[in-house]
């Protein structure tokens, strides 16, 4: 049976200042096999995130920042070598509009650095990307 151990810390603080808050976290993880002592794949020993929001009446306003170290994965063809994923950075930001209490209109933009970079070996993540929706709350 295989078994694995995970060790680590994660810190998150947040500040509201009138319309402004801001908040971020990082993580330190350890996640091991303990077989073989390798690290456990597409688990990142270093994880990043920091954002900004803005309230502005029925507005709402904010943009995030991610960097996440490099971490194992399997290689996509053979599925049994290891390689080694190289770390990222993402952005992102995004919009609210409230039109009423219970109806709300969505904007988000996604990797507004055009970033090339994978979450899994083998499998491509968006270009800039730009997404819209609406969102009911009962």
Excluded: C
């Excluded at 690290?39 to 960097?67: C, I, K």
């Excluded at 290891?82 to 219970?102: C, D, E, I, N």
């Amino acid at each position: 049976m295989a078994r694995a151990t995970a060790e680590g810390v994660e810190l998150s603080a947040e500040v509201r200042r009138g319309p402004w808050q801001l908040q971020g976290n990082g993580t330190y993880l350890d996640a091991r096999d303990e077989s073989s002592d390798l690290p456990l794949v597409r688990r990142a020993p270093w994880t990043v995130n920091l954002g900004a929001f803005h309230d502005q009446g029925r507005w709402r306003l904010g943009g995030e920042v991610s960097w996440v170290d490099a971490r194992d994965d399997f290689d996509d063809n053979t599925f049994a070598a290891r390689k080694t994923l190289p770390s990222l950075r993402a952005a992102r930001g995004w919009s609210q509009f409230k039109v009423t209490a219970h109806l709300s209109l969505k904007l988000r933009a996604e990797n507004l650095l055009d970033e090339r970079y994978t979450l899994v070996d083998g499998y491509n993540t968006w270009g800039r990307a730009l997404f819209g929706g609406i969102e009911w709350r009962l």
